[in-house]
């Protein structure tokens, strides 16, 4: 069935660029070749460096660097000593942090893990000039800044931003990561045949079951349902022995179509009309196909597999609403509340004649009471909302072993109910809550425009009006200062955080064209100034009591604290 | 529950003492006290709460409880149910289920929306099916231990208590330390309810700019501390004292500032103050982390330090002040003989204190985290979404996201505009603050612009009264747009705007409904597949060649 999710989401991150023509205009700038241009992107890198904190992608970091380099090489500015020293540092940083994430837990040679990555091998050797041997000379390095900015362009610019896989910042994953890959995909690859092939052994023993059923509906009336015949013996053997190695494998298959499920061809063989039950809100299983798996059921029936049947009984449910096919859904929901019965101790079966008991109990997958997990079938059940859900829900919360409060238990019902828009369920609550109404959204429609009607109210709710209360409450304390709350008539939740109404998506449109430089004095904090004893630059009381009386800062924060008439 | 019975538990919820008296990390709840919200989420050990029994005086137990119960059970079969296993050192608490803006602002996010379940790891220890699960809580099985409390833990609180109770004058000034992740803060936690069982106040001032116990992280705060801490620190984010925004999670790259900021906030604490004071300290304990540890004690007049450590071998010097007088401090020096020191000391005698040692011995000691929610990063994403969740409105209604709120405006020419932590271009300067988290300040020199945005060219530490997250910029109106939970009436002082290295949680980004298509600064095309698309990946315990087969395996 069609289990699988479509992984069509890819998962979002956060990046230092507003948009896609903010990168764009930064590679471009990066790989002008002009100066002023490059310059601009390198003011702009240093913008995301300050988005990033830490976290700026190693490539944009190196690129920057290297640019930088060129720059100030073109600039004329400095000699070549000067010019070797920065690319040095430049060229080494790039070898070094290119070649981290290849790193695993042993250190291994540079050289093989740029040559991996198709790094020059001279490159490398450049590195190694620069850190151990005679600088290299300027002629190299900018050779060197040269063939790594291509590298660069080739291997992260260009790709970038073009779809792939996604790993997280965060995630600290291993490495050796290729080789990790291929493995997990090999591994993948084996396990899934081998899955394919014991799915496969299951059905047929599932069809041979089923086979041997259909005939001995031509036999005898009377052997139908009961013992099972002695040629099944073998087969049932072989289920037991399947439930025993992969009651997983087992109960997928039971619940594909035209096991548990019937098909309408299969229905017809047994006699049932197929479109008479679906859309019952309390449906069960009809005897004939429930006769015809309580062999195999009753053979079943241990705790755990009783409560994986459940449990998978749920999850198919809740594909099955999603896509609406009525039948299964029936039948899901009938198997789930057919097994639920079974554990119930419900006391009206206290007063019935032998005879009536032993005709119920017949029809039973098992007789003793089975501790289930409760609290997990309800999440499950919850999780997999239709038409019978508030049935089943009921049937969970009578047996529970620690039943939940009654009034929880009621609200739980009672949302339920609205959730899934069927029609008031017969609760087993105390008489005075009985009558209470089920609310319905047409219901709760009502009785708020009722509310509103009353409170004369009209357009606004009244959290709404609370909130404007608070908002004119902050901006009269804020009168007088340059702060205000914002009273443009903005609808801001049409507005993600980062953009503003009116603003352009031009990668430009946030340039600070003309600015005031503030320069502090660099001093020590010194909060408001209000305590009278502590004027700025006089040491505190809680002066050290060892060592030097003033440090270098105190005596900025004395020179600070200097008036000149 | 019974005397010296324990409930281990995940989930949330409100306690009430309705009989009897109940113990959560240190705090004591007296029957008739108030009642308390308990925070165990995946992210931290679990809360245990134990029953100690009513103190010793001889009442008739079953009918004082049969007559505080009459408020709170109105069935009277299950009331004299529960009655009948009252005994004089039994306690009955009352747990209602806990719902804040807190809560429903984390459980927004899709991540986060298991928060306060058990992890995958004590998933099998989980007691499911009991009446507690419909209220959030999540009993564990008597194999998870929960908080594990020392001999010498035991030890040395009792002997911080004692001081404080009067045995020295003035008050206790007690400083923590030990290597990263050995339990620090959860330390102070204890430390902090307990006294909180004796006093009506404690002091505290934070030196871990990493793990902050009240501000988001970055900051370094003086707080008074009040109520006690039963849960992790995003639960119970506060506005502190006084706070300076360093904007950094650790303190190697200005080592002064950290040290200066941290003497300027004590020198805010009253003097005269008579109540306890807790000082939480960097992880770092190596090296320069060493040098700034021997310099805090010799600035501040510390009564106790308390150094914490696992396993055998302790992790650095124990600070006695013995080994203080010759120690070297990043900013002090030992003691030398001249003029000076002799008129020094004859003012102030040599420093004596209390050296105390706790053994850790709390599972997973000494070990980042690595499970969902317990890594360091993952914590400072709580501690700002903590933060954040101040601006949801106390009524509980739907969760607000934070693009649909009505921001504060302020002109940019009012307010200056910095960066802590490198150096942007001004021109590009709005690149980089838009849409993050910044630290609002209050610069002592007025803000006056000669035309255009107030850019400083150098940021400093400034005193700092909170955060938002700038929410947009109005570059034709020359407006900044804000949110912030900063109360109006100190907003109005906020003159500068610092950016830091502590960015915006990324699923406050990511995870803003309403938007099908592009959002600024979100993509879904970034390919981390690539040669650099990371970041500078730091290798901890890289094992070079030789040391291969050797005690690192």
């Given at each position: 069935s069609a289990m699988k999710k479509s992984s069509s989401e890819k998962r979002r991150h956060v990046v230092a660029w507003v948009n896609k023509a903010e990168w764009d205009q930064v590679l471009d700038y990066l790989y002008s070749k002009d100066p002023a241009l490059q310059r601009f992107a390198l003011q702009r890198v240093s913008a995301w460096r300050g988005r990033y904190a830490h976290n700026t992608p190693v490539a944009v970091d190196c690129t920057a660097d290297l640019v930088r380099c060129q720059v100030l090489d073109r600039s004329g500015q400095l000699n070549g000593d000067d010019l070797v020293l920065l690319y040095g540092a430049a060229l080494v940083r790039f070898v070094n942090l290119i070649t981290e994430r290849q790193q695993g837990r042993k250190a291994r040679p540079l050289r093989r893990l740029a040559g991996k990555l198709n790094i020059p091998e001279w490159v490398v050797d450049l590195r190694h000039d620069f850190t151990h041997k005679k600088l290299p000379t300027l002629k190299w390095c900018r050779k060197g800044c040269k063939v790594v900015l291509e590298w660069l362009q080739q291997e992260y610019w260009s790709r970038q931003l073009g779809g792939g896989a996604d790993e997280d910042w965060e995630s600290d994953s291993d490495g050796e990561e290729e080789d990790a890959e291929l493995k997990r995909q090999e591994s993948n690859l084996l396990s899934r045949q081998r899955e394919m092939e014991a799915f496969k052994a299951t059905r047929d023993i599932l069809i041979s079951y089923e086979s041997e059923r259909y005939q001995s509906l031509d036999g005898p009336q009377e052997d139908r349902a009961l013992a099972p015949l002695a040629d099944m013996s073998w087969l049932l053997g072989e289920i037991k022995q399947l439930s025993l190695d992969s009651s997983d494998l087992l109960v997928d298959v039971l619940l594909e179509d035209g096991f548990l499920v019937p098909t309408v061809e299969q229905l017809e063989t047994l006699g049932c009309d197929p479109f008479e039950t679906p859309g019952s809100s309390e449906p069960r299983v009809p005897q004939p196909v429930l006769r015809f798996w309580l062999p195999l059921l009753k053979m079943l029936n241990s705790p755990s597999f009783i409560h994986l049947l459940l449990e998978k009984l749920f999850v198919e449910l809740k594909v099955a609403t999603a896509e609406q096919t009525d039948l299964r859904v029936f039948y899901l929901s009938a198997w789930a509340s057919e097994v639920l019965l079974c554990n119930s101790n419900k006391f009206e079966f206290r007063f019935e004649r032998k005879t009536q008991k032993k005709a119920r109990m017949k029809d039973r997958i098992f007789m003793n009471r089975i501790q289930l997990r409760w609290q997990q079938l309800l999440s499950a059940c919850l999780d997999a909302p239709c038409g019978s859900t508030p049935h089943l829900l009921q049937l969970i919360l009578d047996d529970m072993e620690h039943p939940l409060p009654q009034d929880t238990q009621q609200k739980l019902l009672q949302l339920c109910s609205i959730y899934t828009q069927t029609p008031a369920v017969e609760f087993s609550l105390p008489r005075d809550q009985k009558h209470q109404p089920i609310y319905t959204l047409e219901s709760l429609h009502e009785k708020r425009r009722q509310q509103l009607r009353h409170s004369g109210e009209r357009s606004e709710s009244s959290g709404d009006l609370q909130r404007m209360d608070v908002l004119t409450e902050k901006a009269k304390v804020l009168r007088?200062?340059?702060?205000?709350?914002?009273?443009?008539?903005?609808?801001?939740?049409?507005?993600?955080?980062g953009k503003v109404p009116g603003q352009s998506d031009d990668p430009s449109s946030l340039m600070v064209e003309t600015y005031s430089a503030m320069t502090v004095c660099e001093q020590p904090v010194e909060m408001e100034s209000s305590r009278g004893q502590n004027a700025p630059g006089v040491p505190g009381?809680?002066?050290?009591?060892?060592?030097?009386?003033?440090n270098q800062s105190d005596v900025n924060r004395l020179k600070c604290g200097l008036k000149l008439f | 529950m019974q005397k010296n019975q324990t409930l281990c538990f995940r989930g949330k919820c409100i306690v009430t003492c309705l009989y009897g008296r109940v113990e959560v990390m240190g705090f004591t709840i007296d029957e008739g006290q108030k009642s308390y919200p308990l925070f165990s989420p995946a992210s931290h050990c679990p809360l245990t709460l134990r029953a100690l029994g009513h103190t010793d005086y001889v009442r008739d137990d079953r009918t004082e409880a049969s007559n505080i119960l009459e408020d709170y059970l109105s069935a009277a079969a299950s009331r004299k149910k529960l009655v009948k296993k009252v005994t004089p050192t039994s306690s009955i608490i009352l747990l209602d289920p806990l719902d804040t803006p807190l809560t429903r602002f984390l459980s927004s996010f899709t991540h986060l929306s298991e928060l306060f379940s058990p992890p995958v790891s004590e998933l099998m220890s989980t007691v499911l099916d009991t009446p507690l699960n419909g209220l959030g809580v999540i009993p564990l099985a008597?194999?998870?231990?929960?908080l594990k409390i020392s001999r010498s833990c035991r030890d040395a609180l009792s002997t911080v208590i004692n001081a404080c109770k009067g045995d020295i004058d003035g008050c206790a000034v007690i400083l923590v330390y030990g290597v990263k992740n050995v339990g620090k803060s959860t330390f102070i936690r204890i430390l902090i309810n307990t006294l909180l069982n004796h006093t009506s106040n404690v002091d505290y001032l934070e030196g871990d700019l990493g793990q902050t116990e009240f501000t988001p992280p970055g900051c370094l705060c003086l707080s008074t501390v009040k109520e006690p801490l039963l849960g992790p620190p995003f639960t119970h984010q506060v506005t502190p004292d006084h706070m300076i925004y360093y904007g950094q999670s650790s303190c190697e790259t200005d080592l002064d500032g950290y040290l200066e900021s941290l003497k300027s906030l004590w020198r805010r604490r009253p003097q005269s103050r008579e109540i306890p004071v807790i000082i939480n300290t960097m992880g770092w304990v190596k090296g320069f982390g060493f040098q700034l540890l021997v310099d805090l004690i010799r600035f501040l007049p510390v009564t106790h330090v308390v150094q914490l450590s696992h396993g055998v071998s302790t992790q650095c010097s124990s600070l006695t002040p013995d080994f203080l007088r010759t120690a070297q401090g990043y900013q002090t020096h030992p003691t030398t003989q001249t003029a000076l020191d002799e008129f020094t000391e004859s003012h102030c005698p040599p420093k004596t204190y209390t050296h105390l040692h706790v053994q850790s011995e709390f599972e997973g000691v000494a070990r980042q985290g690595t499970a969902t929610h317990q890594r360091s990063n993952e914590h400072r994403e709580l501690l700002l979404l903590g933060y954040l969740s101040q601006l949801q409105s106390d009524d509980s209604g739907p969760v607000r996201p934070l693009h649909t709120l009505t921001p504060y405006q302020v002109p940019n020419t009012a307010v200056a505009l910095g960066v802590i932590h490198c150096e942007v271009a001004p021109s590009h300067m709005f690149y980089a603050v838009n849409a993050s988290l910044v630290g609002l300040c209050c610069l002592a020199e007025k803000v006056t612009s000669k035309g255009g945005p107030v850019i400083l060219s150098q940021a400093t530490l400034c005193p700092c009264v909170g955060f938002g997250v700038l929410r947009g910029i109005d570059t034709a109106r020359g407006l900044y747009f804000l949110l912030t939970p900063v109360d109006p009436s100190v907003l109005r002082k906020v003159n500068c705007l610092l950016l830091g290295?502590?960015?915006?949680?990324s699923c406050i980004l990511t995870e803003q409904p309403g938007f099908e298509s592009e959002m600024p600064y979100v993509t879904a095309d970034y390919s981390f597949d690539l040669t650099g698309a990371g970041k500078i990946r730091v290798f901890k315990g890289l094992m070079r060649p030789m040391y291969q087969n050797t005690h690192f395996l």
């Amino acid at each position: 069935s069609a289990m699988k999710k479509s992984s069509s989401e890819k998962r979002r991150h956060v990046v230092a660029w507003v948009n896609k023509a903010e990168w764009d205009q930064v590679l471009d700038y990066l790989y002008s070749k002009d100066p002023a241009l490059q310059r601009f992107a390198l003011q702009r890198v240093s913008a995301w460096r300050g988005r990033y904190a830490h976290n700026t992608p190693v490539a944009v970091d190196c690129t920057a660097d290297l640019v930088r380099c060129q720059v100030l090489d073109r600039s004329g500015q400095l000699n070549g000593d000067d010019l070797v020293l920065l690319y040095g540092a430049a060229l080494v940083r790039f070898v070094n942090l290119i070649t981290e994430r290849q790193q695993g837990r042993k250190a291994r040679p540079l050289r093989r893990l740029a040559g991996k990555l198709n790094i020059p091998e001279w490159v490398v050797d450049l590195r190694h000039d620069f850190t151990h041997k005679k600088l290299p000379t300027l002629k190299w390095c900018r050779k060197g800044c040269k063939v790594v900015l291509e590298w660069l362009q080739q291997e992260y610019w260009s790709r970038q931003l073009g779809g792939g896989a996604d790993e997280d910042w965060e995630s600290d994953s291993d490495g050796e990561e290729e080789d990790a890959e291929l493995k997990r995909q090999e591994s993948n690859l084996l396990s899934r045949q081998r899955e394919m092939e014991a799915f496969k052994a299951t059905r047929d023993i599932l069809i041979s079951y089923e086979s041997e059923r259909y005939q001995s509906l031509d036999g005898p009336q009377e052997d139908r349902a009961l013992a099972p015949l002695a040629d099944m013996s073998w087969l049932l053997g072989e289920i037991k022995q399947l439930s025993l190695d992969s009651s997983d494998l087992l109960v997928d298959v039971l619940l594909e179509d035209g096991f548990l499920v019937p098909t309408v061809e299969q229905l017809e063989t047994l006699g049932c009309d197929p479109f008479e039950t679906p859309g019952s809100s309390e449906p069960r299983v009809p005897q004939p196909v429930l006769r015809f798996w309580l062999p195999l059921l009753k053979m079943l029936n241990s705790p755990s597999f009783i409560h994986l049947l459940l449990e998978k009984l749920f999850v198919e449910l809740k594909v099955a609403t999603a896509e609406q096919t009525d039948l299964r859904v029936f039948y899901l929901s009938a198997w789930a509340s057919e097994v639920l019965l079974c554990n119930s101790n419900k006391f009206e079966f206290r007063f019935e004649r032998k005879t009536q008991k032993k005709a119920r109990m017949k029809d039973r997958i098992f007789m003793n009471r089975i501790q289930l997990r409760w609290q997990q079938l309800l999440s499950a059940c919850l999780d997999a909302p239709c038409g019978s859900t508030p049935h089943l829900l009921q049937l969970i919360l009578d047996d529970m072993e620690h039943p939940l409060p009654q009034d929880t238990q009621q609200k739980l019902l009672q949302l339920c109910s609205i959730y899934t828009q069927t029609p008031a369920v017969e609760f087993s609550l105390p008489r005075d809550q009985k009558h209470q109404p089920i609310y319905t959204l047409e219901s709760l429609h009502e009785k708020r425009r009722q509310q509103l009607r009353h409170s004369g109210e009209r357009s606004e709710s009244s959290g709404d009006l609370q909130r404007m209360d608070v908002l004119t409450e902050k901006a009269k304390v804020l009168r007088g200062s340059p702060w205000q709350v914002c009273s443009d008539k903005v609808l801001w939740k049409n507005f993600p955080l980062g953009k503003v109404p009116g603003q352009s998506d031009d990668p430009s449109s946030l340039m600070v064209e003309t600015y005031s430089a503030m320069t502090v004095c660099e001093q020590p904090v010194e909060m408001e100034s209000s305590r009278g004893q502590n004027a700025p630059g006089v040491p505190g009381p809680a002066r050290a009591a060892e060592g030097l009386i003033w440090n270098q800062s105190d005596v900025n924060r004395l020179k600070c604290g200097l008036k000149l008439f | 529950m019974q005397k010296n019975q324990t409930l281990c538990f995940r989930g949330k919820c409100i306690v009430t003492c309705l009989y009897g008296r109940v113990e959560v990390m240190g705090f004591t709840i007296d029957e008739g006290q108030k009642s308390y919200p308990l925070f165990s989420p995946a992210s931290h050990c679990p809360l245990t709460l134990r029953a100690l029994g009513h103190t010793d005086y001889v009442r008739d137990d079953r009918t004082e409880a049969s007559n505080i119960l009459e408020d709170y059970l109105s069935a009277a079969a299950s009331r004299k149910k529960l009655v009948k296993k009252v005994t004089p050192t039994s306690s009955i608490i009352l747990l209602d289920p806990l719902d804040t803006p807190l809560t429903r602002f984390l459980s927004s996010f899709t991540h986060l929306s298991e928060l306060f379940s058990p992890p995958v790891s004590e998933l099998m220890s989980t007691v499911l099916d009991t009446p507690l699960n419909g209220l959030g809580v999540i009993p564990l099985a008597s194999n998870i231990e929960g908080l594990k409390i020392s001999r010498s833990c035991r030890d040395a609180l009792s002997t911080v208590i004692n001081a404080c109770k009067g045995d020295i004058d003035g008050c206790a000034v007690i400083l923590v330390y030990g290597v990263k992740n050995v339990g620090k803060s959860t330390f102070i936690r204890i430390l902090i309810n307990t006294l909180l069982n004796h006093t009506s106040n404690v002091d505290y001032l934070e030196g871990d700019l990493g793990q902050t116990e009240f501000t988001p992280p970055g900051c370094l705060c003086l707080s008074t501390v009040k109520e006690p801490l039963l849960g992790p620190p995003f639960t119970h984010q506060v506005t502190p004292d006084h706070m300076i925004y360093y904007g950094q999670s650790s303190c190697e790259t200005d080592l002064d500032g950290y040290l200066e900021s941290l003497k300027s906030l004590w020198r805010r604490r009253p003097q005269s103050r008579e109540i306890p004071v807790i000082i939480n300290t960097m992880g770092w304990v190596k090296g320069f982390g060493f040098q700034l540890l021997v310099d805090l004690i010799r600035f501040l007049p510390v009564t106790h330090v308390v150094q914490l450590s696992h396993g055998v071998s302790t992790q650095c010097s124990s600070l006695t002040p013995d080994f203080l007088r010759t120690a070297q401090g990043y900013q002090t020096h030992p003691t030398t003989q001249t003029a000076l020191d002799e008129f020094t000391e004859s003012h102030c005698p040599p420093k004596t204190y209390t050296h105390l040692h706790v053994q850790s011995e709390f599972e997973g000691v000494a070990r980042q985290g690595t499970a969902t929610h317990q890594r360091s990063n993952e914590h400072r994403e709580l501690l700002l979404l903590g933060y954040l969740s101040q601006l949801q409105s106390d009524d509980s209604g739907p969760v607000r996201p934070l693009h649909t709120l009505t921001p504060y405006q302020v002109p940019n020419t009012a307010v200056a505009l910095g960066v802590i932590h490198c150096e942007v271009a001004p021109s590009h300067m709005f690149y980089a603050v838009n849409a993050s988290l910044v630290g609002l300040c209050c610069l002592a020199e007025k803000v006056t612009s000669k035309g255009g945005p107030v850019i400083l060219s150098q940021a400093t530490l400034c005193p700092c009264v909170g955060f938002g997250v700038l929410r947009g910029i109005d570059t034709a109106r020359g407006l900044y747009f804000l949110l912030t939970p900063v109360d109006p009436s100190v907003l109005r002082k906020v003159n500068c705007l610092l950016l830091g290295a502590i960015s915006l949680p990324s699923c406050i980004l990511t995870e803003q409904p309403g938007f099908e298509s592009e959002m600024p600064y979100v993509t879904a095309d970034y390919s981390f597949d690539l040669t650099g698309a990371g970041k500078i990946r730091v290798f901890k315990g890289l094992m070079r060649p030789m040391y291969q087969n050797t005690h690192f395996l």
